[in-house]
């Protein structure tokens, strides 16, 4: 076997590999044997046919037959000798020109070879955040209004009412629902509809009718509605105003603070705020030392593994469709989700590079306490654990996450990192916003 190789970039390879003509003799040779044994051919009986007669019925295939699995061994033998890690199926083009042996060229794209640049050199804003007591206040406030009860008025609408509606829209001939819907409860200025569906409905009153136009999101998660105009027509049912419940022993108890005192319930906030702060804070610091990596990072990425990124991300979106009973969308358009694919892709070698060169491996008594912690919240947590354990696949994926985790910290150990105070409302509007 000859082969030579072509680096066509520093991701791409083409394999040129000369089979000798005694591999094709023998292959082809072996061919014609299997089919010797099987043909059924009328006149002869099994195993007795001329070689004449099966030449000129099964010749091209026998040769397609042979030279299609020597292109396989062939290739196979050629990247182990040359010590090649291709990342996609290789594109075979055959030499047809070739009259000694057999020839072809194997094209495919490689994982990269990645440098990663000292993370000494690397400047990060991670966030601080201290809870203060007007963030207690303000999620007393915030849980007042989950238990406000709505009293109709006969008002103009206004922000903060709920405004009860039953509505029709289409795009174009299109209507946005099979139903008409009827009775859907909107809250003002609570952006809960597309931008612009509140608005229309400011100053209105119970009994009136009215239509307008919309125009949806560019992003818009149905396709086909996406950037454009919508016109609905709609019934308002009723307005109300919320009437907030009095923080007193009885609210406070209905949250499980068995002395009914504010300072409990206060200091009850406080804990499970802290706890929520905490997640919020790990994952914003993750998110900047990820970020960091890519930018200060040069990588070629392969596009077959950013195609396959994108298959999963295509596949998961539909699966959320499908979750919320929305219809799946299965024509978008994949350059959509490149620029997304290619970073996460991106990432995912440097980090796996990182690990490697630096030998980290995943804090088992780190992995035991994750797996712990996840299991508290079902209700029976020792089974959860003892599964965990007792399946390695689910295992590993515990150890993935805690093993990012490590990671994050060893960078953040070494970087230059600039501490930046946030809210506690800044924090968590931030965490909802990339969630």
């Not at 010590?83 to 194997?106: L, M, R, W």
């Not at 996406?226 to 209905?254: N, Q």
């Not at 299965?330 to 690990?355: M, N, T």
Request: glycine fraction near 4%.
């Amino acid at each position: 076997m000859q082969v030579s190789v072509e680096s066509n970039s520093d991701i791409k390879r083409t394999l040129t590999i000369v089979v000798p003509q005694e591999e094709v003799d023998t292959a082809i040779k072996k061919r014609y044997d299997d089919v010797k044994r099987n043909a059924r051919i009328d006149g002869f009986r099994p195993g007795k046919v001329p070689m004449s007669v099966l030449k000129k019925k099964f010749g091209a295939s026998v040769r397609a037959e042979a030279l299609s699995d020597l292109t396989q061994s062939f290739f196979y033998k050629a990247i182990m000798e040359e010590k090649i890690n291709p990342v996609s199926p290789p594109v075979i083009t055959p030499n047809d020109e070739k009259t000694e042996g057999y020839e072809f060229s194997a094209s495919f794209e490689v994982y990269p070879e990645i440098t990663i640049n000292p993370v000494e050199d690397l400047a990060l804003n991670s966030p601080v955040v201290e809870i203060a007591e007007s963030d207690i206040d303000e999620m007393v406030e915030k849980i007042q209004k989950q238990k406000a009860t709505w009293k109709e008025v006969k008002t103009k609408a206004k922000d903060g009412n709920q405004v009860t509606v039953s509505f029709e829209g289409k795009v174009g001939d299109k209507p946005i629902s099979e139903e008409p819907i009827k009775g859907f409860p909107i809250v003002l200025g609570s952006k809960s509809m597309i931008p612009g569906f509140e608005d229309n409905l400011k100053g209105v009153k119970t009994g009136e009718t009215l239509s307008f136009e919309v125009t949806f999101p560019e992003d818009y998660q149905q396709a086909d509605f996406a950037g454009k105009v919508g016109v609905f027509d709609v019934e308002v049912d009723k307005v109300e105003k919320s009437e907030l419940p009095k923080v007193d022993e009885a609210f406070i108890k209905e949250f499980g603070i068995e002395s009914g005192e504010m300072s409990d319930f206060r200091a009850d906030l406080t804990k499970n705020m802290t706890a929520e702060m905490e997640r919020a804070l790990a994952s914003k610091r993750k998110q900047v030392v990820m970020d960091a990596l890519v930018e200060n990072n040069e990588v070629s990425v392969p596009e077959a593994l950013i195609d396959n990124e994108i298959n999963q991300m295509m596949a998961s979106l539909n699966e959320k469709a499908a979750q919320a009973g929305q219809p799946a969308q299965p024509d978008l358009p994949k350059e959509l989700f490149h620029d997304q694919a290619a970073k996460r892709v991106k990432l995912g070698l440097l980090l796996s590079e990182v690990i490697k060169q630096n030998d980290m491996k995943a804090d088992a008594d780190k992995v035991q306490a994750r797996i712990e912690e996840f299991a508290q919240t079902y209700d029976s947590p020792e089974e959860v654990i003892n599964w965990y354990n007792a399946n390695p696949e689910e295992r590993n994926k515990v150890e993935s996450v805690v093993l990012e985790d490590q990671l994050v910290d060893w960078v953040l150990e070494k970087a230059t990192v600039t501490e930046t105070s946030l809210t506690f409302e800044e924090l968590m509007s931030s965490a909802q916003a990339a969630g």
